[in-house]
């Protein structure tokens, strides 16, 4: 399954099935971005950053691409499993005093 | 290893009565600090952020003010709440720039 942001804020997608959720940044001159998940109640968590000189970063399970080009962001998520409902954010860092900007989320559910 | 710690949990105040919230963060020294509000089912709002004790620099004009006493220690304030200040309120710290935000679990803010 694939989000587009603000247009798609919720997600589902079947137990083992690939997610993929994106994002769109406002500023050319961000060049720190980071991907947080949130459960309910809690605070986001960190799950991946990409830095601007990269176009690809992956880690456990988790991909992240960034397109300068076109200001777009995506988080791919291997082997979609329960645990990993929640609310997905993006975070741009657009300024050198470390201030990130956060978009609304995009809700992920799994369906088992 | 770092810790961030924010209480309460949860928080009802009448309208007009003051406010603290307090964040610290152990396992570290000289972080930066930020405070966020979350309204629901929207993104993160930042409110304030701190680079040094003693230096508080505000995002949004607001009902809110934010003081840094201590090194690790970072405090979310008002003198009259509002209706409009029920919230999510999110503490936040990084090592500096182009370092991930780690978050604490949050304080649920509720004015009746």
């Known amino acids: 399954g694939e989000s587009v942001g603000l247009h798609l804020p919720t997600l589902s997608v079947q137990e083992g099935d690939n997610s993929i959720i994106n994002c769109a940044y406002s500023?050319?001159?961000?060049?720190?971005f980071i991907w947080y998940k949130q459960e309910s109640g809690k605070g986001p968590q960190f799950i991946i950053d990409i830095r601007s000189n990269m176009d690809k970063r992956q880690g456990q399970r988790v991909t992240v691409l960034l397109n300068k080009t076109v200001k777009h962001l995506s988080l791919q998520i291997a082997a979609t499993q329960p645990g990993d409902s929640a609310v997905y954010f993006c975070?741009?860092?657009?300024?050198?005093?470390?201030?990130?900007?956060f978009g609304s989320g995009t809700k992920l559910n799994v369906k088992p | 290893s770092q810790t961030i710690h924010q209480w309460p949990a949860t928080l009802v105040q009448p309208v007009g009565s003051p406010l603290s919230l307090e964040c610290t963060v152990e396992?570290?020294?000289?972080?930066?600090l930020y405070w966020y509000r979350q309204a629901a089912g929207r993104g993160l709002q930042l409110l304030f952020y701190s680079v040094g004790i003693g230096q508080i620099s505000s995002e949004v004009p607001q009902n809110l003010s934010a003081s840094r006493p201590q090194d690790r220690q970072f405090i979310l304030s008002s003198k009259k709440l509002l209706l409009s200040d029920s919230g999510f309120y999110l503490c936040?710290?990084?090592?500096?720039?182009?370092?991930?935000?780690?978050f604490g679990d949050g304080t649920r803010l509720s004015i009746l």
């Open positions: 500023n050319s001159a961000s060049d720190y």
């Open positions: 936040a710290w990084s090592g500096g720039e182009d370092q991930p935000q780690h």
């Open positions: 975070a741009e860092n657009r300024d050198n005093f470390n201030k990130f900007y």
């Open positions: 396992g570290t020294s000289n972080p930066n």
